[in-house]
């Protein structure tokens, strides 16, 4: 497996607001990445930055083995979709699609055809007219169908139903295991994606807390609910990421624990739960995150 | 390293070209707001003035009719075509170029390619304009002694001269739009703010000197002197050094919201 994004050291400031604050990560080739963190945590710099479409205070960006910045060689195989993407003024959703195939080589557009009756898009209205759901259905349809062989999707589902979410995480698969390619997904909506991520890199205030395989995330924490005498002897003086109690009882999420502690929990009557993602990440970022980069 | 999961195209100059070229059609992708839409308008403000030449002349005494023609040499009802072709390049800047860059276009294409656009559009519309000049000069006025296309600031000479005077007007437009729109991306309403202040010091600091130094009428010597056509051939300079300013700027701008 190769290496599509190598980032060294990278920083990026706004004055003196540091947006991304040296961030080093590689990013593999042909596997669905999870870019989660808080608002502001900087998730849309750093793509901005990964597409050359900002440029890097300090350290080093390689797309597809060179910098992005004005390199048509790596451009050509990107497609970014952006949160509030612009359209130009007085286009329609059908000049969209029209002009999208002169930019990716990649493009399909039976596949495109699928997508806008799936997503029940107007293609004659204006994008201006284009409800904010709508609107990013658009974006989705054009990051799809563009397999471009690195595809950034910023938060792609603004405004999207449920069903059309639903199709969107569907199609996404379905094409991903035909037609392979790396795709870096920014998004709030963690748990509903949790299942389409292989890889998750958490920004929190500009830095990686977290950069791991999604399943190695999952199961590195556990949730321990039972008898608050009970719990607190088991956790002893273990990493508490998170704890709170309800009359007797507790609940505390800990780090992983062995097959061996699995049967003294149990024999304690202690119920050891999986961490959802999104409840690890929203732990991980709104606490200390030193405690959790030790037991992670 | 490197990893060739999509089609790589090469590095020659056939695709340099092709990538500049779908800029161009990007920009045309909307076409009807683009070629069509400005002469519509155009033809709106025409039929508004045969009405009025009819009017003027139906009024007019017939002695007094060379000097009413002569007086219409000085219609600006032309002007709005190519304030309208500024505020093109305007929006072809300020909303397509993020556009662009999401679809994986280079910043030096997106500017090349909006370039020949409103080089490729100067031409259409300089065309038209000589067309219907030379139709006006054929037909004395549309037979009702009226100016609209073959006014004085564009001279009497001959069609190619028109159409060099239209062409570069046309040119001067676009750019100082596409350099004034690049401003606007490149540093967003404060760049604005200094870029006309600082317009409007250089703009008195020029009438200042040339007051102080009792040279207005060597100023307006030059403008008799060089004619149209030459204070067009002179307008090169700015629109040059324009289209500079606006690659430079956006050479380094990036897309926001």
């Known amino acids: 497996m190769s290496t599509v994004i190598e980032v060294a050291g990278l920083t990026k400031r706004f004055g003196k607001v540091t947006a991304i604050d040296d961030v080093s990560f590689t990013v593999q080739e042909n596997k669905i990445y999870g870019l989660l963190g808080r608002n502001g945590a900087g998730k849309t710099t750093l793509m901005q930055l990964l597409t050359g479409q900002e ?19 790596v451009l050509d195989r990107i497609c970014f979709i952006k949160e509030s993407q612009k359209y130009p003024e007085d286009f329609s959703v059908k000049h969209v699609f029209r002009s999208a195939p002169w930019f990716f080589g990649g493009w399909d557009s039976a596949f495109a055809e699928q997508l806008i009756a799936d997503f029940r898009i107007p293609t004659d209205r204006k994008v201006k007219k284009l409800s904010r759901g709508q609107l990013s259905a658009v974006g989705v349809v054009v990051g799809l169908a563009s397999r471009a062989p690195l595809t950034f999707f910023d938060e ?22 035909e037609h392979p390619r790396t795709v870096i997904l920014s998004t709030h909506l963690i748990d509903e994606v949790s299942n389409l991520l292989e890889h998750v ?33 088991f956790v002893g003086g273990r990493d508490v990421l998170h704890s709170e109690a309800i009359g007797g009882l507790a609940s505390v999420t800990i780090a992983a624990v062995s097959p061996d502690e699995r049967r003294a929990a149990r024999a304690a009557d202690l119920e050891l739960s999986p961490v959802s993602l999104q409840q690890l990440i929203v732990r991980t970022t709104n606490s200390s995150t030193k405690e959790f980069e030790q037991s992670a | 390293m490197t990893s060739d999961t999509g089609t790589v195209r090469p590095v020659t100059a056939t695709a340099a070209l092709t990538r500049v070229a779908n800029v161009v059609r990007l920009h045309l992708t909307q076409r ?17 003035n045969l009405v009025i030449w009819w009017l003027v002349l139906a009024s007019s005494a017939p002695a007094e009719l060379a000097s009413v023609s002569q007086g219409m040499q000085f219609s600006g009802a032309s002007t709005f075509i190519f304030v309208y072709m500024l505020v093109v390049a305007v929006q072809a800047i300020n909303v397509t170029f993020p556009f662009a860059l999401g679809y994986g276009v280079t910043r030096r294409d997106f500017y090349l390619g909006s370039a020949a656009t409103f080089v490729l559009l100067s031409v259409y519309y300089a065309l038209g304009m000589t067309l219907l000049a030379t139709i006006e000069r054929a037909t004395a006025g549309w037979g009702l002694g009226g100016s609209m296309f073959d006014v004085v600031y564009f001279g009497s000479g001959t069609a190619a001269q028109q159409f060099a005077l239209f062409l570069l007007g046309f040119l001067f437009f676009f750019f100082i739009g596409a350099a004034t729109a690049a401003v606007y991306v490149r540093w967003r309403s404060r760049g604005m703010l200094v870029f006309f202040a600082a317009l409007t010091l250089i703009l008195v600091g020029l009438s200042v000197l040339a007051t102080s130094t009792a ?6 010597e030059w403008f008799a002197r060089s004619g149209a056509l030459g204070v067009a051939v002179w307008s090169l300079v700015p629109t040059t050094l324009a289209a500079v300013a606006g690659f430079v700027l956006l050479r380094r701008a990036t897309p926001r919201n």
Request: aromatic share 10%; hydrophobic share 50%.
């Open chain 1, 201 to 233: 890199i958490v920004l929190d205030e500009g830095r990686v807390i977290i950069d791991a395989d999604a399943e190695e995330v999952r199961g590195s924490a556990t949730n321990v609910v039972g008898a608050r005498g009970a719990v607190a002897q």
């Open chain 1, 55 to 73: 440029f890097a205070t300090n350290g080093s960006i390689g797309v597809f083995g060179r910098s992005p910045v004005e390199s048509a060689q």
């Open chain 1, 156 to 177: 792609p589902y603004l405004g999207l139903d449920a069903v059309s979410r639903q199709i969107f995480y569907d199609r996404l698969l379905e094409d991903y295991a």
């Open chain 2, 215 to 220: 040279s207005w009428p060597l100023v307006g």
């Open chain 2, 32 to 48: 009807s707001q683009l070629l069509v839409l400005p002469w519509m308008i155009l033809g709106f403000i025409f039929l508004v």
